[in-house]
């Protein structure tokens, strides 16, 4: 198991830093003893443990599944067990509650929240539908509960092109959050009917374009995995318009279909444009290729509240437990299903 320290220590004498400030939950070394404890607290739990691909590495290590927001979602949905531990953020614990509200659902810091679901409420929903009467709205899953509550259909970045196909072309759409997610499902499905809230995840969006074509042009030969929500993805597509880079050297993909892109690339090198996490995932899929980050600064602050520390504290007093108000949740339950039915398996499934 990588970044495992062997020592073997006692972990019940372990004491978890009360955090201070916005820090994370501290004090706890990932050693073999600390993965042997997060194992026999889970199977007391009865628990599923879901790490997403941007957890640190120990966390994708130990747990059962790994994979993307739409895998790990219908993972949620189909698992037996009685316990839901997400080691992701808020909005996909909350996610995971509403597809299966009998479950006790966990998230190992509760303040692990998202700049993206953010970006717009219920209440600005609810004005931007009074302006656009009769239109579908589709929501990307990084959304509050509110949100979905009022949403049509949800969708992940990968099954948003599927998500809005599906929806009769003569209907108006209105799509939030994402404004780069937005744009890159306007241009692959071609409607003009299509309206885009101009929301953006900070991490993403940080990654621009001028960075992406000094990188591409450092390295010809690279292809570029590039995350929907990018605000470099228009760049991608831009330089591969110019033949600054081949075409189909640029593939936008979501977390889970770089994996699959990973396997089949005869690339040596590859370009990452979206949070860093990824980058563990990548390396053992495909170990041969040299995966960089466009931007290594790319690290989602939230996605690294789930520490080892927060994880063995969640484990031993079930906490953070999460909560949907259950007529929110029934209300926003119709489009989170869609979600899981409209596109192909994969991610991590
Ligand atoms: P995916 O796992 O759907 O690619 O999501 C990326 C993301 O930003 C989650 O916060
Ligand atoms: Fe939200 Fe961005 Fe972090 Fe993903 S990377 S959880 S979209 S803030």
Redesign the pocket.
Known sequence: MPRLDTAVHDVATDVIAAPEGDAPYGGVVADEAWAAEVRRLATERDAVLLA?N?QLPEIQEIADHTGDSLALSRIAAASEASTIVFC??H?MAETAKILAPEKTVLIPDAR??????DSITGEQLRSWKAEHPGAVVVSYV?TTAEVKAETDICCTSSNAVDVVASIPADREVLFCP?QFLGAHVKRVTGRDNLHIWAGE????AGINGPELAERAAADPGADLFIHP?CGCATSALYLAGEGAVEADRVKILSTGDMLTAARATEAESVLVAT?VGMLHQLRKAAPDIDFRAVNDRAS????KMITPAALLRSLREGADEVHVDPVTAERGRASVQRMIEIGKPGGGE
């Open positions: 997403h941007y992701g953020v909005f692990a929240g998202c700049s993206l679901a990084n994402d995840c900070h991490v993403h929500e949070e989602c602050r939230y996605m």
